[in-house]
């Protein structure tokens, strides 16, 4: 069975500092994608970064990058410089066939 | 270019009524998938269509929960005599062709958030 672990329910970072935020699967593919998606307080489900299984390169995307360790099943998400507009739940996703597995999140405050 | 649209966006129903949830998806796209989220929990698949057909429904509750795509108008999810434990937000996502192995991304819409008086 698929299962995403976060084990961060809630995190802080001071505004314009790094954090990251961990996370884990279980699975026997090996083939599939791995994305962060951001819910805001609207609840919007908004696409963060994605990571295609089989590239060994790990994805950026301007302040936001993940350390993708496939042997080790962990997926974490380092956001740098830390804005105020971070602040929202942060959901770790697995995509295998049809079906997108999350984690149950971490709530990421920015303190200014 | 409009995204995924669900609506209401917001649904009160007294246990025993009838949900409808509706989401029209990106234009072009044929392919549809619902998850429900419930409070402090991730998104949990339900259901995958397309066009006139379910392809995986493996994430639906057996009782109660129905989903379709017609050829013409928006998928609908119904949810039939609520009870408490259905409030949560249900998330309509499409994508223009299937996924397999092909990554294909999926396009969130903003969710219909169910409370069951």
């Known amino acids: 069975a698929q299962t995403v672990t976060q084990s961060q329910p809630e995190m802080s970072v001071q505004e314009a500092e790094t954090v990251t935020l961990s996370c884990t699967y279980d699975t026997s593919e090996s083939d599939y994608y791995l994305f962060w998606y951001k819910q805001p307080p609207s609840r919007q489900m908004i696409l963060v970064i994605r990571q295609e299984a089989y590239k060994q390169q790990n994805a950026t995307e301007n302040r936001f990058s993940v350390n993708f360790q496939k042997a080790a099943k962990s997926f974490s998400l380092k956001i740098s410089d830390s804005q105020l507009g971070d602040a929202a739940m942060y959901f770790c996703a697995y995509l295998t066939g049809n079906q997108f597995y999350f984690g149950t999140g971490t709530s990421l405050t920015v303190i200014p | 270019n409009a995204g995924v649209m669900q609506n209401p966006r917001h649904l009160v129903r007294r246990r025993g009524q009838e949900a409808r949830l509706r989401c029209s998806p990106v234009?072009?796209?044929?392919?549809v998938y619902w998850y429900r989220q419930l409070p402090e929990e991730g998104l949990k698949f339900m259901v995958y269509?397309?066009?006139?057909?379910?392809?995986?429904e493996s994430g639906m509750p057996k009782e109660r929960f129905s989903a379709e795509f017609p050829k013409e108008g928006p998928s609908i999810l119904r949810i039939q005599q609520v009870v408490r434990g259905d409030s949560a937000a249900y998330f309509c996502?499409?994508?223009?062709?299937?996924?397999?192995?092909?990554?294909?991304?999926?396009?969130f819409g903003p969710g219909t958030r169910l409370t069951v008086l």
């Open positions: 234009k072009g796209h044929s392919h």
């Open positions: 996502a499409s994508s223009p062709l299937s996924q397999g192995i092909s990554y294909n991304e999926q396009f």
């Open positions: 269509l397309q066009k006139e057909n379910i392809i995986d």
